[in-house]
């Protein structure tokens, strides 16, 4: 393409401070190095995680930065040393990274990676962007708010051609965490009974994870009960509201299901809900699962919860190798065996980036897709 090996000048969300809106502003974007990709990026969803940096983590050196990490685009230059990728290649940027060597990777009980840390699950300070003569740092090394971006090679998955890139972009987070939660972290069995808390994107992909996994009852636990009909789209079968009742939730789902659930999965980020998930498993083999992101609080839970034969487990990105698993959920979607266009309430351009926000933070949409760049 007539840009590689030069600056691009394009559009950004920059974030210059926290519990502010973002800016549109036009920033540099440095061509890639070594075993580097830039990235046309061409739609990206907004997740809760981007809200989490900017209004609750605020961490003070971590601005200013473009949020975005929930996108798709396509290959606009590879840098040396990189064999993978050519320009042209429809992508997904990845924020755990699969670097396939160390031994994180090369063990199948996780899907971390030694190297996230160092291509930036936060801002690498050999960030590619610069604005205003400043430096601006790349949020979880992805920044899909961004019409460019670069990314090592190691954090990005080569996808299916055909893929419609305004839908598969929410296979960068959302969708893959919450199902691959239920499939790959639980381990949903046929024939078992679910709890899910948090009907955001996260936990109803959750729902359809046990769904997929064969689970005969799912409940789906929210405030809000709008949700439900969408949760019944994705596989729930009961729908609880806290609000509802006077007595603990999880007394509520024990006697709903004669003990306790076999598996809950808390998709909200709250510490308090947290326990409320584990409380709600039955003794003797519940498992429960935090996939909700926070690192806010601690959590606590009596012992004698887990002394009685409950798992308490977290989950990473669903636990997906990042590289191997993202193409194959394209490919789920292509075959019509997992929902994504469901999702999506909302599609916006990205100047209207901080009404998608307002969003979210009310609780008005599932997802609202940005258009970043046309194709």
Known sequence: MATAGKVIKCKAAVAWEP???????????????????????????????????????????????????????????????VIEFQPGDKVIPLFIPQCG????CKSPKTNQC?????????????SRFTCKGKKVLQFMGTSTFSEYTVMNQMAVAKIDPTAPLDKVC????????????????????????????????VGLAAVMGCKAAGAKRIIAVDINPDKFEKAKVFGAT???????????????????????????LECVGNVGVMRSALESCVRGWGVSVLVGWTDLDDFAARPIQLIAGRTWKGSLFGGFKSKDGVPQ???????KKILVDEFITHNMALDQVNDAIELMKQGKCIRTVLSISPQ
């Not at 030694?114 to 050999?126: L, Q, T």
């Not at 959302?174 to 955001?200: D, L, R």
């Not at 729908?239 to 004669?258: A, G």
């Not at 959920?329 to 075959?335: G, I, R, S, T």
Request: glycine share 12%; proline share 6%; charged share 20%.
């Open 170 to 201: 929410l296979l960068g987070c959302g969708i893959c965490t919450g199902y691959g939660a239920a499939v790959n972290t639980a381990k949903v069995e046929p024939g078992s009974t679910c709890a899910v808390f948090g009907m955001g994107a």
């Open 19 to 81: 519990n502010k809106p973002l800016v549109i502003e036009e920033i540099e974007v440095a061509p890639p190095q070594t075993n580097e990709v830039r990235i046309k990026i061409v739609a990206s969803g907004l997740c809760h995680t981007d809200l989490y940096h900017l209004f609750e983590g605020m961490h003070k050196d971590g601005f200013p930065a473009v949020l975005g990490h929930e996108g798709a685009g396509i290959v606009e230059s590879v840098g040396p040393g």
């Open 238 to 264: 009961d729908f609880v509201n806290p609000k509802d009742h006077s007595k603990p939730v999880s007394k509520v789902l024990s006697e709903m299901t004669d003990g306790g659930v076999d598996f809950s």
């Open 329 to 335: 959920m394209v490919k789920k979607y292509l075959d």
């Open 114 to 126: 030694v190297n996230a840390w160092d291509v930036g699950v936060m801002s690498d300070p050999e």
């Open 101 to 104: 060597e160390c031994r994180f």
